[in-house]
């Protein structure tokens, strides 16, 4: 399919069929085809969720276009918005959107340095920001922008313009500028720039990455092929909406009639969860690592038979395959999981969820095993923010689903293998360029309009996509041997004593990793063994908490062929998050600025300084 050829998806609205082509048209099919009285909802400090209905949500994005057009914003513009998942965010992103302003949205997560960059770079007209917090942390550059001519706030702060306030003077106003915003919509084009997202800056500067309506419609519509969930349905809606994976997923969402809850927080998702009872909801592999670890604590709690069906049912879904029936005391054993244990791990997740999409990071395959084995589709996707973001995901039509991998390439793409294995990729998903970067831009788009996306991957033989690793990432040992680090910190992470890690050695002997233990599960191994200790610093020199580490290495090496195991490892007392610099807003290794960070200690363990 060529870039520019689009995907219309007929809606029938009484007599008038309504042709989605543009992220905005997604309203009408959400508000008059599904009418739900839960389109948005969110929880308020006293623990009650507000619900938006269709029409309530359509009412609030007329009001924002129109007071924006009341404020003096023109076709072309840009607003900046900084802040957490809510419904208000939505308002503002198809109000901007139906008036041909260009959304700007930004993590609330990054670094000051991080932001001074993209407003400057973007040049916003006006910013919204979330929260006080935020407010002064910006505060000083707000002030020295030259661009910024409006500040708004989404929570009440006195003293501060609220986003009520432009919702307002646009209902007061709607006589006179709708018939203006009509003829806007209507002269929008599919090709027309919608958004520019900042990528999250893993190697480097962040770049802006300039989408179009149809880049971000036509990964909608072809993802909405693949899910079977019907509408009414409900989904929740935790990981940051600033971020493409999230921000296609929600217009997903709407597409398909769904309702959208919006989690209160991270730490609060499991709470909410129970509370939603979604069907759906994308995440990232973290979380799902830490809810099979704790499924896995709670059954070493247990005693007697309660204990052995436990163990029993976990070593099942972990073996558990689709695509094999297995031996006959492997179905008798799985029967007994099935109904006596599986429905209690299903209620952790509210009892209701159908899918669960997984990017971001590579997934464990024992997780696809484990969340199938209880009757839920967890899907592998990939993509990048240049590519709108999916190019490959399972179909759930056709039963075509593989752990292990992220699923076929969407319909119409022309994705293929460089001849070092770089995955590259054609068609409707790939970005305009990078915001006011020609040169940046060809650099990863081809002359023949393949984007280059720095990821290495392989086919097999029935179509499915692996991804092995990243291109900038492998990296050589002084003995000539690659090593693909992502794959080796996949399977440190399997290890529950594993928080995060990083794997290094490029140009020196051997391999070496930094690793983050996950201090509840070594506490409780301290417990167990009447270990003593005052605080982490201090458990991490003992000598008997070493080698507990060494044996879990010492497991996972034997993975591994010899180059790639890891000879010498060091602990860090330190917690890795994006807020101090070490992971990207999507919980991405931050290399650079973790080999930066740890350089003295990586020159003692390859004896640097001897």
Known sequence: MKKNAYICCPIKKRSILIMITRIFDILEQYRTTHRLNDALAIKTAAGKWTKYSGDEYLEYVTQISCGLLQLGFKRGDKIAMISNNRPAWNFFDMGMAQIGVVSVPIYPT?????????????????????????????????????????????????????WKEIAMAGKDNAEKWMPQVQQIKDSIQPDDMFTIIYTSGTTGIPKGVMLSHNNLVTNVVNTSLRNYIPAGSRALSFLPISH????????????????????ESLGA??????????????????????????LVAKGKELKGIQKILFQNAIECAIKYNPRQKGSLWFRMQFWVAKKLIFPKWMDVLGGSVRIIVSGGAPLQTRLSHLFSAMGIDLLEGYGLTETSPVIAVSDLRKGLTKPGTVGHVLDGLDVKLADDGEILCKGYNIM????????LTA????QDGYFHTGDI?????????????????????????????????????????VEQVIV??????FASALIVPDFSQVHKWCFDKSVKFNNNNELLQREDVMEMFQQEVNQINKQLGNAEQIKRF??????????????????????KFLLEKYAPLISEIYNKNE
């Open 570 to 591: 060091r602990l860090i007392p330190d917690e890795w998050s994006s807020q101090t610099g070490e992971l990207s807003p999507t919980l991405k290794l931050k290399r």
């Open 110 to 162: 990054i670094s000051t340095v991080e932001y001074e960059h993209i407003l400057t770079h973007a040049a916003p007209k006006m910013l919204i920001l979330s929260d006080k917090l935020l407010l002064e942390k910006l505060r000083p550059l707000i002030e020295a922008s030259t661009s910024i001519q409006h500040l708004y706030t989404f929570n009440q702060i006195e003293g501060e313009h609220n």
């Open 457 to 497: 991957g392989t086919f097999d033989s029935e179509g499915f996509l692996t991804i092995t690793d990243r291109k900038k990432e492998i990296f050589k040992l002084s003995s000539g041997k690659y090593v693909t680090p992502q794959v080796i910190e996949n399977k440190l992470k399997e290890s529950f004593f």
């Open 269 to 294: 998702i499991m709470e909410n969860i129970k509370e939603v009872k979604p069907h759906i909801f994308n995440t990232v592999p973290r979380l799902l690592e830490r809810i099979y670890i704790g």
């Open 432 to 439: 305009l360029g990078y915001y006011n970067a020609p040169e």
């Open 504 to 509: 290094i050695g490029e140009n020196e002997k």
């Open 244 to 263: 493409i994976y999230e921000r296609m997923m929600n217009y997903h969402f709407q597409y398909k009639g769904y309702s959208v809850y919006y989690a």
């Open 443 to 446: 650099q990863v788009i081809d």
